[in-house]
């Protein structure tokens, strides 16, 4: 967006939301102020509004967002993704995006070539969906438009499959016009000549007639390319090839109509009416490829699509009756039969049956389901019938959700695409530049005859020159590997987490509900002056009205001794450390040794049994009651069974893994070592956990955090890359890069491996895209001609840059056989 520029520098005005005293406009003003490249920053309480004056070449608007999120506020910024057509290199990518982050209002604007989609993330109160949309039509390209209740994707389908019927046709045409030039061209030496006797001037003229469809029908795309960006005062690919073809075709036409002006020293002039119609008919063949291979690319996005249900069965007023899957609402009650699929997420009310959830979790095996339990929409039903009621629909469902991230993530650039967006801004000009320059030395030291040397030379430079193949590089390889997560359970949710993630060489993970299943059961019950079932009595009650695992399993562990819980009375979390509550009125303590000794409890021999209960893994919780230390309840938590390979597999990367947890040192250890786990960072409050990370990357390490719950999102946010359990909570989801979404923990491994494979492919097709242009363009400029005699035919030249596109995204295709 454009800033203010004064002395202090580029000015930016964001507006602050969540604010609610003078003390946290303070907070943030303090945050943003220590952000390396700002010169200042105030924030306005009453108006809402944060003020900054920095350096654009050190510090960016998406950074200023990220800290005021990050300290727990938020920054009214709306995004919008626009489908975008007529985009045909990454130097039209550049000009569209220039145009939308030169818009008042815009925080940031980035444009994929592959997807053909620009997401811009904007001030409502600044600029509106209108005037962005109106800039990008006065860029000289087109929004794909949507009627009320029209589906996106399939609208963009329908247009995507209608522009590659029309340049279908177009190149069948082109190729049975192109045909017959061939023909007259080689007249003579086919010896039809013989037959029927065609003057020179006349097939010139034949040639001319057949060629002039060719150039300014099917070739019309690359003209209009070509002036849209000429009207902005900037190039594209439809330059180099609207001139290159055009140079031909007027070199041609005057040899025609005035051969005299050619012939110098005994030099007849010659047309190259087929160089201009095979040009053209080549390169729209080259887009015609690159269009099916990049059709290829989003197939990912079209299985998810494929899986939802079509209709839903619903129940109303007694009768069964089917209707539309757009027309379900919340509260609907639902039947599903055997084979069915599930039209929506929600919760079984009757029946049971056994669902199939790969879809969601990878596993084949089927997942028993009964009344109360959670059913996903777009799984498979596979035995039983049951009702079900309908929690979330439409957009809000987990599959919508799912493809609206992988949309996200095929359509976000990940740091390496900013080399190439960058050498692309320059990249035309250039080009343009470098065949000028041809043309004079051709003209001027080449041999006779050096006019139409020069011509050639400078066409070829022209055609051969591939920002497509630049453009195409990163984005279908990001689409290609974003799709395979998804297949795999793994939702990356920007391309930049794809590429940090293979750089990561350390993972922290929470211990509770992501190494271990999060349903801790009681194991030992060490009393002290009181007997169990009063420990039980007096720890259930105090905890009855707690959400947390532990508290859970001795509620559990009451019910199940039929012990009669009363309701506690001035009950007060210590966050990390227990809980205080009075029961039967008297002060009851529950939590770990920190909280006994903060209250001044002697715990006395029990820190024996507690050390000897930590030495098997198990989480000793100290009660006391009325000031006196009565017991222990030993709670342990059981691992996931993926547990030990995951890391294993971590271990055989070279990657350090770490595990954090509140629990005592001992018994964070002790199921360390279970695990086969490096590092344990124990005892450690949840607001602790993201300045532990902090602390692990000054260590200048590249640090993932892997967790479930609201009070990982901190971690999450802070590590490189954060990666929630799927199973977890949704805040925690919202602040992760990457979600997996069985909760398997062996995602975290295939991420990794993921990021490696779509890197190395990256690389590679940016290699033969700049390798191409550096190799070719040269040749096609004429310097293998004074040494071996070898000049490259502007022909050959369209076919080779055809080819490039197509070879780059057929590299990237080759992630489709990525296996974990």
């Known amino acids: 967006m454009p800033e203010d520029i004064s002395a202090s520098g580029n000015r930016i005005d964001l507006p602050v939301t969540g604010m609610s005293c003078a003390s946290c406009a303070s907070h943030i003003q303090e945050a943003l102020a220590a952000l390396k490249g700002v010169n200042s920053a105030s924030v306005n309480f009453a108006a809402e509004k944060a003020t900054v004056y920095y350096d654009k070449s050190v510090v960016s608007a998406d950074d200023f967002i990220n800290v005021i999120k990050d300290q727990g506020y938020g920054v009214s910024v709306s995004k919008i993704t626009l489908p975008v057509k007529g985009m045909s290199c990454a130097s039209c990518v550049e000009t569209v995006q220039k145009t939308l982050q030169s818009l008042d209002g815009v ?3 980035s444009v994929n070539f592959a997807t053909e989609k620009a997401t811009i993330e904007y001030f409502p109160s600044r600029t509106g969906i209108r005037e962005i949309k109106k800039a990008v039509k006065d860029a000289g390209y087109e929004i794909v438009e949507v009627e009320k209740g029209e589906d996106i994707v399939e609208k963009e389908q329908r247009e995507r499959e209608a522009s590659y019927r029309k340049l279908k046709a177009r190149v069948i045409t082109g190729a049975f016009l192109t045909l017959p030039i061939f023909i007259l061209m080689q007249w003579e030496h086919i010896g039809l000549s013989k037959i029927i006797d065609v003057p020179r001037q006349i097939n010139f003229l034949l040639q001319m007639v057949i060629t002039t469809p060719v150039q300014f029908w ?36 005057v040899a025609t109509f005035f051969p005299s002006f050619f012939e110098i020293k005994g030099y007849s002039a010659e047309v190259y009416f087929d160089t201009a119609a095979t040009i053209i008919v080549l390169i729209l063949l080259g887009r015609l490829f690159e269009a099916r291979a990049k059709g290829r690319t989003s197939e990912a996005i079209k299985k998810l699509i494929g ?3 079509k209709t839903a069965r619903v129940v109303k007023d007694g ?16 039947v599903v039969r055997p084979g069915e699929k599930i039209p929506a997420d929600g919760v079984i009310k009757e029946g049971y049956s056994s669902i199939d959830e790969s879809m969601v979790t990878g596993e084949s095996m089927p997942v028993e389901k009964n009344a109360g339990d959670s ?28 493809i609206e991230m992988v949309q996200s993530a095929q359509g976000s650039k990940p740091p ?32 006779a005859p050096s006019f139409t040397y020069a011509v050639l030379n400078f066409i070829a430079v022209l055609i051969i020159a591939c920002p497509c193949a630049l453009g195409l590089a990163t984005p279908t390889s990001i689409m290609v590997g974003t799709g395979k997560g998804a297949e795999n359970g793994v939702l990356i949710r920007s391309g930049g987490a794809l590429e940090t993630a293979h750089r990561i060489n350390s993972i922290v993970f929470d211990k509770t509900g992501t190494l271990t299943k999060g349903e801790p059961e009681v194991t030992d019950i060490v009393s002290y002056g009181l007997s169990e079932k009063e420990i039980l009595f007096y720890a259930s009650s105090a905890e009855k009205g707690s959400e947390h695992p532990l508290a859970e399993a001795i509620v559990k562990r009451a019910r199940e001794n039929k012990i009669d819980m009363k309701d506690a009375e001035h009950f007060q979390a210590v966050p990390g450390h227990g809980i205080k509550a009075t029961v039967n009125g008297k002060p009851v303590l529950l939590g770990n040794e920190r909280l006994m000794q903060d209250e001044g409890i002697n715990i006395g021999s029990l820190k024996h049994d507690a050390e000897k209960l930590s030495k098997q893994g198990k989480t000793p919780v100290f009660l006391s009651v009325d000031n006196i230390a009565s017991g222990i309840i030993a709670v342990s938590d059981t691992l996931k069974e993926e547990s030990v390979n995951a890391v294993r597999s971590l271990h055989d990367l070279g990657i350090e893994v770490v595990m954090i947890t509140g629990d005592n040192k001992r018994t964070g250890e002790a199921i360390a070592s279970q695990v086969g786990i490096d590092r344990v960072l124990a005892e450690v409050l949840p607001e602790d956990k993201a300045s532990e990370v902090k602390k692990l990357q000054s260590e200048s390490k590249v640090v993932a955090m892997v967790g479930d719950g609201i009070n990982d999102a901190p971690a999450l946010a802070q590590a490189d890359v ?14 992760s890069d990457i979600t997996l979404i069985g909760g398997n923990i062996k995602g975290v491994v295939t991420a990794i491996a993921l990021s490696k494979a779509t890197l190395r492919n990256i690389k590679q097709n940016l290699f033969w895209a700049f390798a191409y242009n550096v190799i070719l363009i040269p040749v096609a400029a004429g310097v293998l001609f004074p040494f071996f005699g070898i000049l490259l035919n502007p022909m050959i030249a369209a076919a080779a840059m055809g080819l490039s596109s197509v070879t780059v995204v057929t590299n990237a295709l080759r992630l489709k056989r990525f296996r974990v």
């Open 307 to 309: 899986l939802q249900a």
């Open 218 to 253: 099917i070739g019309w795309q690359f003209y209009t390319g070509a002036l849209s960006a000429a009207r902005h005062r900037t190039t594209n690919m439809n330059t180099l090839i609207a001139v290159g073809t055009s140079a031909a075709y007027i070199y041609s036409t």
């Open 416 to 447: 390496i695409a900013r080399m190439a967006d960058l050498i692309a801004s320059y990249f035309v000009p250039a080009v343009m530049g470098i065949a000028a320059l041809t043309f004079i030395v051709w003209y001027f030291w080449g041999p």
């Open 107 to 109: 925080v940031s604007a």
């Open 319 to 334: 009768k069964e009756t089917d209707i539309p899957i757009e027309d379900v609402e919340i509260g609907d009650v639902i």
């Open 722 to 735: 954060g990666i929630a359990i799927g199973t977890g909570t949704d805040v925690a989801m919202e602040a």
């Open 375 to 402: 059913v996903i929409g777009a799984t498979i039903n596979k035995t039983g019938s049951f009702r079900f009621e309908a929690v979330k629909v439409g957009r809000d469902t987990m599959l919508s959700n799912i």
